[in-house]
Every structure is written in C-alpha cells, then in structure tokens.
C-alpha cells in the first residue's frame, strides 16, 4: 500500500498564485502547505495560464489552474479514453448489471481492460453519464448520488488491539526468534491475478514464498497457514502484515495456529521494513513485468533457496539458512518435537 495523496484544493492553488506574485521560493511554498516541492514545480508548469489574444496576461492563476486540472481529469478518465470499454460497461448496466456486478465479472473474464465499481458510478453520474440517464438503470434509480459520509459505514477490519503500536520490544528489536514479517508481490494486470506470500522471519532474514492464484483472503491465508504450521509455536509466535484485504481473514490464522497477528498503520509499509528490502531483492528475479503463473513451485522453491543462501552483512555474513537452523536447533534444545516435518520443508 503506498500513500494515500490528495489532489491541490483551489484554496491551495490560491495561496501558490499569491505566493508566486510575492517571489515566495517554492521550497518554501512546499513546507507550509507541506507538500513534495516538484508537485508545486508540477503545478505551476502544466497549469500555466497562456493566451495568444491575450499575452500580457500570463501566469499562474488558481481558480484558473483548478479548472484547467478538473477538465484534464475529465478527459483522462478511463471510460472516455477507451470507448469499447464504455460501450460494454453501458450495455451490461442497461441489462441491469450494478456497478460492482461488471467490475467483478471483468476480472471473472480475465479482461486486459477493466475497471472498478466507483469508476463506474463515477461516469454513470457524470455528465456523459447523466445525458445516457443511466442512474435510470441502477437497483434504487437515484438521480442523484448519495454523499459518502451519508453512506454506511463498515465496521473495520483490523482491531485496535492488533495495531503494530501494542507489539512487543522484543520483536521490534529482533530480541526474540520466531516473528515473521509476511507481504503480497503483486505483478502487471493484464497477465492476470496471479500473485506471491512472500513471508520473512525477522531475526535470521529466511524467507518463505507462496505462489497465488488470485488476492482472496481465504485462499492466501490457507496458504500461509499450511506454510508455517509445522514448525514449532515458537518458530511462528507472530506475523505482522499491512491492512492489505488480502489479510482480512486474520483471526483464522491465530485460532488455527495460534499465531499473533500485527498490522501496520495505514499506508506505513515502512513498518515491516524486513519484508520489504526482501521483496526489493526478490524483484531481481521476480520484476512486475514477469508472468509469474507460469513460474512452477519447484523453480519458487529454488529461488527461495537462493536467496536464504547468500551471505548477509547484518548476519556477520552468515547466510539466513545457517542462522535459521541455528535458532531452530536452539528450539529442539529446549522443547523436543519431531524435526523431520519441518526439515523436509525449511531445512
């Protein structure tokens, strides 16, 4: 999950052309209305005020620039640049389709083009929209869209109580063996919903991956669960995610297992920083661009074993192999259980 951002509001774009006909720096625009500097950069550029009847009237102006930013919006929209799209989108709502029926269904046909439910409530109430009166075609035939905040709201996902914030020190400064960091490696749409779990342990850096064949939750956390039960309780005493709706179903993971589950804050991926150095690593061989369905289990497996043995500086140039057996054989010390289940996986 990356940030969550925000277009300029006119009130900003008021305050840039002020700040501008005052010879304010940008970076010092930038940190008041703390924002990145070349989107104030961006800003200024692409909605630059020019006229040839009029050339001593250039400049930035913001009511002007927000207008010029909404019109551009409009045409970029998904529905006006691809009118096959559009034509099959409004055929399936005038069937009587809702909305979330054809996003769903697109992704069902493994469409190269397809778009979500709020895209298409957006055009059915836009203007091209309004002119069709598709709304005329919706279960509950509202002219008018219903306002967010007047809509239900869903109770949330994630607890409170398993915020990242409650985690222990000892997992937060690797004190304690067993904590794994667990993230979805997504890949191009249009070579399909294929995906991988890739899962790491926070202490010795192993590194577990999971081919899947979509981001249902319960599909991906049957995954996870058949991955990590046979090793001991305390080689899997907890696994912190994002709030990804891939891990929605977390409770069936401590209620199978027993694990502790953590997410992250919203939008801080930073958080499970572990996990995500590994996929960085991992998109050497794995690149967005790669049709990871036709990758087999076997050459996962040897991926998997690659990377889990190569030297790390941050394990005094140990491999995360040798550490991870190391600590596992510390475990079989203290508490005896059979070790060839997890051998036969791990080892």
């Keep these: 999950m990356g940030a969550v951002y925000t277009q300029l509001s006119v009130k900003e774009r008021v305050q840039i052309e002020r700040w501008k006909l005052a010879k304010i720096p940008v970076r010092e625009m930038a940190r008041v209305l703390q924002r990145s500097k070349a989107t104030i950069y961006r800003e200024i550029k692409r909605n630059w005020f020019s006229d040839e009847c009029l050339p001593g009237y250039d400049g930035y102006y913001g009511a002007a620039a927000h207008q010029k930013a909404a019109n551009r919006r409009a045409r970029q929209r998904k529905l006006i640049r691809h009118p096959e799209l559009r034509k099959q989108v409004v055929e399936r709502i ?10 769903n269904r697109l992704i069902h046909e493994d469409a190269k083009l397809r778009v979500c439910q709020e895209t298409i409530y957006r055009y059915i109430y836009s203007k091209e929209g309004m002119a069709q009166e598709l709304w005329w075609y ?7 869209r219903r306002p967010r905040r007047a809509r239900k709201r869903h109770a949330p996902k994630f607890d409170r109580d398993v915020s990242i914030l409650f985690r222990p020190d000892d997992v937060a400064h690797r004190r304690e063996f067993g904590h794994w960091e667990g993230d979805l490696m997504l890949f191009k749409q249009s070579l399909g919903q294929t995906n991988v779990t890739s899962l790491v342990e926070r202490v010795s850096r192993f590194t577990v991956l999971l081919k899947n064949a979509n981001r249902r939750t319960k599909p991906v956390m049957t995954k996870i669960v058949k991955a990590v039960r046979d090793l001991p309780v305390a080689g899997r005493r907890s696994i912190t995610f994002d709030r990804g709706t891939e891990f929605v179903s977390w409770p069936h993971l401590q209620a199978q297992l027993g694990t502790q589950t953590w997410f992250c804050d919203p939008s801080s991926p930073w958080q499970k ?5 590994t996929n960085r690593r991992l998109r050497r061989w794995l690149p967005r661009q790669r049709d990871v369905a036709a990758i087999t289990e076997l050459e996962l497996k040897q991926l998997c074993d690659q990377l889990n043995n190569t030297p790390r500086k941050c394990l005094g140039w140990r491999t995360p192999a040798e550490v991870f057996r190391e600590k596992m054989m510390e475990e079989i010390g203290r508490r005896p259980y059979s070790r060839r289940s997890w051998e036969s ?3």
């Design 94 to 103: 005038k069937n009587g389709w809702t909305p979330e029926q054809i996003g």
């Design 138 to 144: 919706l279960p509950e035939h509202r002219k008018a």
């Design 273 to 277: 920083g572990t996990v995500e150095n």
């Design 345 to 347: 996986r791990f080892g």
